[in-house]
């Protein structure tokens, strides 16, 4: 799967390259109240392409971030369950008593248990 990854990135690299390279003509870049230029088109593209790159990082750090802290959330839950699990197991062996002792036939029977 990576190396599809890779070979995507490589050929939309290629590609805004060779039109950057064929576009050599220059423009005007109008930014609402800025205006740039006259600008080679290729330097355009490649800043567009360099910002979408960063913008594109900026968005992966932060829902890195996010899992990290959903994971460590979970993880604190996970460890609480196993505690309260091995809590529960624990009194249920109290209870129980020893294994292959002798109990009477009512011994440890409440109303609501059923075969």
């Known amino acids: 799967?990576?190396?599809?990854?890779?070979?995507?990135?490589?050929?939309?690299f290629g590609v805004?390259?060779?039109?950057g390279v064929l576009n050599s003509s220059d423009?005007?870049?109008?930014?609402?109240?800025?205006?740039i230029g006259p600008v080679p088109m290729g330097a355009v593209l490649a800043t567009a392409a360099i910002f979408g790159v960063a913008f594109t990082c900026a968005i992966g750090v932060l829902d890195g971030i996010k899992i990290r802290l959903t994971n460590r959330q979970l993880r604190k839950q996970l460890q609480r369950l196993e505690e309260e699990s091995d809590a529960l197991r624990l009194q249920l062996a109290r209870h129980q008593g020893p294994?292959?002792?002798?109990?009477?036939?009512?011994?440890g029977y409440s109303p609501g248990d059923r075969a």
Request: proline share 0%; aromatic share 20%; no cysteine.
């Open 1 to 12: 799967m990576n190396i599809l990854v890779y070979l995507v990135v490589f050929f939309f």
């Open 16 to 19: 805004l390259f060779v039109v």
């Open 27 to 35: 423009v005007t870049v109008n930014l609402w109240l800025w205006h």
């Open 99 to 107: 294994v292959g002792g002798h109990t009477s036939a009512t011994e």
